[in-house]
C-alpha cells in the first residue's frame, strides 16, 4: 500500500450543501495533489498543496478550494455542490525531490442528489 | 480537442499473447511521461515512467515518439493479472512540480 489515506471511503450530499474530505501524505512527502475522476475518464487535475501553499490550479472554479497543514496532510473543500460534482476525489503525495512519482489514496466517492 | 488522448478499448487479449497501444499528446512542450495502471474502482498506481530512448520492465516496454507527440505501452505474455485500465500521463507543459494530465484511459482485458 502507499501509505497515502483518505477520508471518508463514501459521501452522499444533496446539491447546494458543502463538503470537506481529508488526505493524509505518505510519510516524508511534502506535496498533496487533489484529483477528480468522474466515471469513464482520467482524473483530472484540481489543485497541488507543497508547504501549506497553493501551488497550481487546473480548470476548476473557486468554490473548490484546499488547505494543507503542517503535518502535509490536506483537505480539499467543495461549495454549493452540483450534481456534476459527482467523482471519484483523489489525493496524490509526493516528494519535492520526485514531483511525479505520485501515490494515490484510495479515493472519497461523491455523490451529489 | 483532449490534451492527453486513447484509445479506450477494451482490447480483448489471450493468457500470453503481446498488446501494444498507443496515446497522443497535443502539447509539444510536455517532457514527462508516465504510464499508469488502474484496476477497477481502486486508485491509480504508478506503472512506468517513460523515457526519450525508450525502456522496459520485465514484460512492459514504453517507448516515445517526440516527432509524432505519442508514447505507447507494449505488454508481452499476457496475465490475467494484467486485466486493467491503462492510463497515459503527460506532465502540464510549464510545470516542473509534478502537474499531471490524464487521458482517459484504455481498457485491457486479459482472458483465459
Known amino acids: 500500500e502507499t501509505g497515502v489515506t483518505q477520508s471518508p471511503t463514501h459521501l452522499i450530499k444533496t446539491r447546494g450543501q458543502q463538503v470537506t474530505l481529508r488526505c493524509s501524505s505518505q510519510s516524508g512527502h511534502n506535496t498533496v495533489s487533489w484529483y477528480q475522476q468522474a466515471l469513464g475518464q482520467g482524473p483530472q487535475f484540481i489543485f497541488q498543496y507543497y508547504r501549506e501553499e497553493e501551488n497550481g490550479r487546473g480548470n476548476f472554479p473557486p468554490r473548490f478550494s484546499g488547505l494543507q497543514f503542517p503535518n502535509y496532510s490536506s483537505e480539499l473543500n467543495v461549495n454549493a455542490l452540483e450534481l456534476d460534482d459527482s467523482a471519484l476525489y483523489l489525493c496524490?503525495?509526493?516528494?519535492?525531490?520526485?514531483?511525479?512519482?505520485?501515490?494515490f489514496g484510495p479515493g472519497t466517492r461523491l455523490t451529489v442528489t | 480537442r483532449k490534451e492527453v488522448e486513447q484509445d479506450p478499448g477494451p482490447f480483448n487479449v489471450p493468457e500470453g499473447a503481446t498488446v501494444a497501444f498507443n496515446c497522443t499528446y497535443s502539447n509539444s512542450a510536455s517532457q514527462s511521461f508516465f504510464w499508469y495502471r488502474q484496476d477497477c474502482r481502486k486508485e491509480p498506481k504508478l506503472l512506468m515512467s517513460?523515457?526519450?530512448s525508450g525502456n522496459e520492465d520485465g514484460r512492459f516496454t514504453a517507448q516515445l515518439n517526440r516527432a509524432s507527440q505519442y508514447i505507447s505501452l507494449l505488454i508481452r505474455d499476457s496475465k490475467l493479472s494484467d486485466s486493467a485500465t491503462y492510463l497515459c500521463?503527460?506532465?502540464?507543459?510549464?510545470?516542473?512540480?509534478?502537474?499531471?494530465?490524464f487521458g482517459a484511459g484504455t481498457q485491457v482485458v486479459v482472458t483465459p
Open positions: 517513460v523515457y526519450s
Open positions: 500521463v503527460v506532465n502540464f507543459p510549464t510545470d516542473s512540480w509534478g502537474k499531471l494530465q
Open positions: 496524490a503525495s509526493s516528494s519535492g525531490q520526485q514531483p511525479y512519482e505520485q501515490y
